[in-house]
């Protein structure tokens, strides 16, 4: 599957004020940008549009009428928002902040729209302004992995990405060394259903379960279909696996849903969780997620993972 992070420096151009939990923010602007820039019949629903199968905006936003796939009956979105993970609400006139966008598949060659979804973005503003209902700001660059490919200052892109073909094969070899321990962090908050209800605890088995249904159904989705692995086995296996220590929280979050015109919870899991057992052949899953993020509403920025071997 191929994948790609872009990583976007932008400047405010007034006094800003953003939410502590920023991922909606960028998420909710993002979506009207990026139809604003794509969309050729703005006055039609993507269900009923004609160009519904030929239209960046519901292969993004809109899998279901689009022309992503659909594993286990639910939809999956090219892309992740990496929003900034401080807490921090105000901003001043020229300040800077940071974002992410990651893109998986064919979304990649859609970067320059994603681009001028963002330099839109800016123009309208995002959260509260000082000179106005939103604080604008610029995009001043963005790279990957380091190398710069867009020029905010004169509009341009200055080098092609280098997207990465995602796979098992192509990950680190330092993610395979011997481990009987691991600790699993969660830079923002992480959603899991179990037993359709969202999850206050996280037993090793479940996130590998969640793991392995965010890989599958992104690879089905975007890639050359499910990895060749013993689904079953994995998760019997990690139940052996056991929580040597946690310190899990629940964090609230809320945000406005334009489309459904109403305040819609967002919260999750955060903190840190130590797991002992045999964990080896579980170590590729977590790198997976550490790249690829798990649960849901990652669109959102949620679901962000770092880990530790012990």
Same mark, same amino acid.
């Given at each position: 599957?191929?994948?790609?992070?872009?990583? &976007? =420096?932008?400047?405010?151009?007034?006094?800003?004020?953003?939410?502590?939990?920023?991922?909606? *923010?960028?998420?909710?602007?993002?979506?009207?940008?990026?139809?604003?820039?794509?969309? @050729?019949?703005?006055?039609?629903?993507?269900?009923?549009?004609?160009?519904?199968?030929?239209?960046?905006?519901?292969?993004?936003? %809109?899998?279901?009428?689009?022309?992503?796939? #659909?594993?286990?009956?639910?939809?999956?979105?090219?892309?992740?928002? @990496?929003?900034?993970?401080?807490?921090?609400?105000?901003?001043?006139?020229? %300040?800077? $902040?940071? $974002?992410?966008?990651?893109?998986?598949?064919?979304?990649?060659?859609?970067?320059?729209?994603?681009?001028?979804?963002? %330099?839109?973005?800016?123009?309208?503003?995002?959260? /509260?302004?000082? #000179?106005?209902? /939103?604080?604008?700001?610029?995009?001043?660059?963005?790279?990957?992995?380091? +190398?710069?490919?867009?020029?905010?200052?004169?509009?341009?892109?200055?080098?092609?990405?280098?997207?990465?073909?995602?796979?098992?094969?192509?990950?680190?070899? *330092?993610?395979?060394?011997?481990?009987?321990?691991?600790?699993?962090?969660?830079?923002?908050?992480?959603?899991?259903?179990?037993?359709?209800?969202?999850?206050?605890?996280?037993? &090793?088995?479940?996130?590998?379960?969640?793991?392995?249904? +965010?890989?599958?159904?992104? &690879?089905?989705? $975007?890639?050359?279909? #499910?990895?060749?692995?013993?689904?079953?086995?994995?998760?019997?296996?990690? #139940?052996?696996?056991?929580?040597?220590?946690? /310190?899990?929280?629940?964090?609230?979050?809320?945000?406005?849903?334009? =489309?459904?015109?109403?305040?819609?919870?967002?919260?999750?899991?955060?903190?840190?969780?130590?797991?002992?057992?045999?964990?080896?052949? $579980?170590?590729?899953?977590?790198?997976?997620?550490?790249?690829? /993020?798990?649960?849901?509403?990652?669109?959102?920025?949620?679901?962000?993972? %770092?880990?530790?071997?012990?």
């Amino acid at each position: 599957m191929l994948y790609g992070r872009y990583d &976007f =420096r932008a400047i405010f151009k007034e006094n800003a004020v953003l939410p502590e939990f920023k991922g909606s *923010t960028f998420r909710g602007g993002f979506g009207w940008a990026l139809k604003s820039v794509s969309c @050729s019949m703005t006055t039609r629903e993507c269900g009923s549009c004609l160009l519904r199968t030929r239209c960046l905006y519901p292969t993004m936003f %809109e899998p279901q009428s689009g022309m992503s796939p #659909e594993l286990h009956g639910t939809a999956q979105h090219p892309y992740c928002i @990496s929003p900034p993970l401080d807490r921090k609400r105000h901003y001043e006139r020229g %300040e800077a $902040f940071d $974002f992410s966008l990651l893109l998986f598949g064919q979304a990649n060659h859609y970067l320059p729209y994603f681009i001028y979804a963002f %330099e839109k973005m800016g123009q309208s503003g995002i959260g /509260r302004g000082e #000179e106005g209902p /939103r604080a604008r700001y610029v995009i001043q660059q963005m790279k990957m992995d380091g +190398r710069a490919l867009y020029d905010g200052r004169d509009g341009r892109m200055t080098a092609e990405p280098i997207v990465r073909d995602l796979n098992f094969e192509s990950l680190p070899d *330092t993610v395979l060394t011997d481990a009987h321990g691991v600790e699993v962090s969660w830079a923002t908050p992480l959603r899991i259903k179990r037993d359709n209800r969202l999850a206050g605890d996280l037993p &090793f088995h479940v996130l590998i379960r969640s793991l392995l249904r +965010r890989m599958s159904g992104l &690879f089905s989705s $975007f890639g050359n279909g #499910e990895p060749d692995l013993d689904y079953r086995g994995l998760v019997d296996r990690a #139940e052996a696996v056991t929580i040597q220590h946690s /310190r899990l929280a629940w964090l609230e979050n809320k945000r406005f849903s334009s =489309r459904q015109d109403q305040e819609m919870l967002l919260g999750g899991l955060t903190g840190y969780c130590s797991y002992k057992g045999r964990i080896k052949e $579980f170590l590729p899953l977590l790198e997976m997620g550490r790249i690829l /993020r798990v649960g849901k509403q990652t669109t959102f920025g949620l679901g962000q993972m %770092e880990y530790r071997v012990n």
